[in-house]
């Protein structure tokens, strides 16, 4: 390295002016038995940013009792140009943000928070594990768009419905995909895999236990270096508003 590189670090953070914005909803569509995709616009998203595939905004949501709820979800897609921002919502369980989503038509109005910032990671590691269950399905699919011709994408899935798994978008990346049924078994899936030569970054999103059940196999047993591995609770069993 000379003194005049300024190549910048392959894994960041990136902080941004947290912003809240009023969005109108601006289409619906119920894109598989489980997924609805929810299209929001506004002016004020031409200044949105969101530099990282596994970003999260934070919707916010009345109780019915005069206080507000927040949820996080990965924005799935935005166009600063047509000022638009599109959120995909499973529709499982009793929570609000489901329940809203479920009743959402176009003109009803969200109120919208971030990203407060971005967890930047470069797309030119040798090979990218990708593991997670419905929640993180969007941040998969995102980082799948992303990833360029010449890499590889190695993802583990929960998702029961083919209906559901077809969500999954194509991508130029060498891919190697499977699918399980349940969360649990990811931890299985992880354990069967060998781990490719190369530099590689590993990305796992589900519920608390999973997330660090499968951040001790790809650690302690694959001997993945701990520094290049994100593990996130998307969701924790039992506690309605984890994050």
């Not at 619906?28 to 970003?55: K, W």
């Not at 929640?135 to 699919?141: D, S, V």
């Amino acid at each position: 390295m000379t003194m005049n590189d300024t190549a910048l670090p392959r894994v960041q953070r990136v902080r941004h002016e947290l912003k809240k914005r009023a969005l109108q909803v601006l289409r619906v569509e119920r894109v598989s038995p489980l997924f609805q995709r929810i299209t929001l616009t506004d002016e004020s998203l031409g200044d949105f940013v969101s530099a990282a595939f596994d970003d999260h905004v934070k919707i916010l949501l009345p109780d019915g009792v005069g206080e507000t709820l927040m949820r996080e979800y990965t924005p799935r897609a935005f166009d600063t140009t047509a000022h638009t921002l599109v959120l995909d919502f499973a529709l499982h369980g009793e929570g609000p943000a489901a329940a809203w989503a479920a009743q959402a038509q176009p003109g009803q109005t969200l109120t919208v928070a971030g990203p407060r910032g971005s967890f930047v990671v470069a797309e030119d590691f040798d090979w990218h594990l990708l593991i997670g269950d419905e929640t993180a399905l969007p941040a998969i699919a995102r980082r799948l768009e992303e990833l360029p011709a010449g890499r590889r994408a190695i993802v583990r899935l929960a998702l029961a419905d083919p209906a559901d798994r077809a969500l999954l978008p194509p991508t130029a990346a060498t891919l190697d995909l499977a699918w399980v049924d349940r969360p649990e078994t990811l931890v299985d899936a992880a354990r069967a895999l060998r781990l490719p030569a190369g530099e590689g970054y590993a990305w796992c999103a589900t519920e608390a236990s999973v997330a660090a059940a499968l951040r001790d196999v790809l650690v302690d047993e694959k001997g993945h270096d701990p520094k290049l591995i994100r593990s996130a609770a998307y969701w924790k069993r039992g506690a309605a508003a984890h994050g």
